[in-house]
T-cell receptor, first 114, second 115 residues
Framework: KAGVTQTPRYLIKTRGQQVTLSCSPI?????VSWYQQTPGQGLQFLFEYFSETQRNKGNFPGRFSGRQFSNSRSEMNVSTLELGDSALYLC?????????????FGQGTRLTVV | AQSVTQLGSHVSVSEGALVLLRCNYSSSVPPYLFWYVQYPNQGLQLLLK??????LVKGINGFEAEFKKSETSFHLTKPSAHMSDAAEYFCAVIYGSSNTGKLIFGQGTTLQVKP
């Protein structure tokens, strides 16, 4: 079966712009989580969605937002981009919760802010 | 604050040698524990996880980890390293009893395997 698909794979944006990243989970998976990976801060949890509702949120500023659609696809948006937002953004999907069922990660979207 | 610590950002072993990657968590309540591997330009792949039950957990690719509550540790081992094991390894935990997908990751350990 198809894995978790993140689009685009690479993105270059200018400071002050906004960006939208997309994540298509494995068919049947209802939980989608987002993580930011940087060399300095490592892997940090952004938010988790389940059945179109945000179930959990990490410690990121309000410029970071997300949503989930009825087909479980999820998007995350970053507004007013800063240089420090340059990172690999990873999405993970699981049936209900990665606590109880295996989570599968996408290959990520590499965002570069210049 | 709830955290997870991986001792050693870089570990180098010879092919065929024992692999030991260390992970300690900070909680008096045993969390759910995970080990993930990441190859260059890839996402994360689950190696193994501990929820409840047997404290020795076997995973994929010959890896295993032992949950030791008294030491708040969950070290990852493999008896014999292979060149293909070279990658970055992350220990992660989920705290709390609620149904959540919030993984807290360690800083990662890069494993180098020398021929």
């Amino acid at each position: 079966k198809a894995g978790v698909t993140q689009t685009p794979r690479y993105l270059i944006k200018t400071r002050g712009q906004q960006v939208t990243l997309s994540c298509s989970p494995i068919s049947g998976h209802r939980s989608v989580s987002w993580y930011q990976q940087t060399p300095g801060q490592g892997l940090q949890f952004l938010f988790e969605y389940f059945s179109e509702t945000q179930r959990n949120k990490g410690n990121f500023p309000g410029r970071f937002s997300g949503r989930q659609f009825s087909n479980s696809r999820s998007e995350m948006n970053v507004s007013t981009l800063e240089l420090g937002d340059s990172a690999l953004y990873l999405c993970a999907s699981s049936l209900v919760s990665m606590k109880n069922t295996e989570a599968f990660f996408g290959q990520g979207t590499r965002l570069t802010v210049v | 604050a709830q955290s997870v610590t991986q001792l050693g950002s870089h570990v180098s072993v010879s092919e065929g040698a024992l692999v030991l990657l260390r992970c300690n968590y900070s909680s008096s309540v045993p969390p759910y524990l995970f080990w993930y591997v990441q190859y260059p330009n890839q996402g994360l792949q689950l190696l193994l996880k501990y929820t409840t039950g047997a404290t020795l957990v076997k995973g994929i690719n010959g890896f295993e980890a032992e949950f030791k509550k008294s030491e708040t540790s969950f070290h990852l081992t493999k008896p014999s390293a292979h060149m293909s094991d070279a990658a970055e390894y992350f220990c992660a935990v989920i705290y709390g009893s609620s149904n959540t997908g919030k993984l807290i990751f360690g800083q990662g350990t890069t494993l180098q395997v020398k021929p």
